[in-house]
């Protein structure tokens, strides 16, 4: 069975700092993009930040220079480090993975690119 397990994620005051993480089993996915999604109340689903199986990464404007994405492909892990947060950060953070290898046509901000996902991590960032 094939899992993503998401942890890290906690209460936090705004220019504070988390790392969340993710780690995957019943596959490998070194050879897959994974990313970080999140979901606010009373919003969609949102794209944050995805790495490819090279390391090349991509991340949504608003996080860019305080989120960093990486990825420990003997661990089957990605990491989201969280610094700087803000209150608008405040969501509900999903890891996802793509179930295809070398997959570089991928439309890596929609959910619908990505095949297995997590239960989801809550993060608060209070002002």
């Known amino acids: 069975q094939i899992q993503l397990v998401e942890s890290g994620g906690g209460l936090v005051q705004a220019g504070g700092s988390l790392r969340l993480s993710c780690a995957a089993s019943g596959r490998t996915f070194s050879n897959s993009a994974m990313a970080w999604f999140r979901q606010a109340p009373g919003k969609e689903r949102e794209f944050v930040a995805t790495?490819?199986?090279?390391?090349?990464?991509y991340y949504r404007d608003a996080v860019k220079g305080r989120l960093t994405i990486s990825r420990d492909n003997a661990k089957n892990t990605v990491y989201l480090q969280m610094n700087s947060l803000k209150p608008e950060d405040t969501a509900v953070y999903y890891c996802a993975a793509d179930g295809d290898e070398f997959h570089t046509s991928m439309d890596y901000g929609q959910t619908s690119a990505y095949d297995y996902w997590g239960q989801g991590t809550q993060v608060t960032v209070s002002s």
């Open positions: 790495t490819y199986w090279e390391s090349r990464s």
